[in-house]
């Protein structure tokens, strides 16, 4: 799927794929083996937001796939969105910082999306 998804360059020279699996109302289970699925199927971009209180979850799938060698950290691109009253750092923390390399911090709307590349 990833060859056939059209990118956009961001700042940093990175190519994020414009198609994401929206996280939006997913939880445990269900999340972890959405996400699983959507990864096997070629899925490189992923969208949450802590509002939506499932990072920890996404963070463990990221996890066993990126652990497994199943997928490299350069292939993965997660956005998420804070309010702006909350710093980026609070929120990687839960999608498993150890296996964040450059976030990409950037203001939209009252909010701060940022493009954690992993």
């Known amino acids: 799927m990833a060859s056939h ?3 956009v360059t961001l700042p940093n020279g ?6 994401g699996l929206g996280t939006y109302q997913g939880r445990d289970d269900e999340m972890r083996r959405v ?3 959507a990864l096997e199927c070629g899925y490189r971009h992923i ?8 990072e920890a979850e996404i ?4 996890h066993e796939w990126l652990s497994s060698g199943c997928i490299a950290r350069e292939e993965l691109f997660v956005v998420t969105k804070v309010r702006s009253s909350r710093s980026c750092g ?6 498993k910082s150890s296996y964040l390399i450059a976030p990409n ?14």
């Open 14 to 19: 990175s190519k994020m794929p414009m198609v």
């Open 105 to 118: 911090f950037y203001p939209l709307y009252g909010s701060t999306v940022c493009f954690l590349r992993i």
């Open 35 to 37: 996400l699983a699925w």
């Open 90 to 95: 609070g929120t990687d923390t839960n999608v």
């Open 59 to 62: 963070g463990d799938v990221l």
């Open 5 to 7: 998804v059209p990118a």
């Open 47 to 54: 969208d949450t937001a802590a509002v939506y209180q499932n």
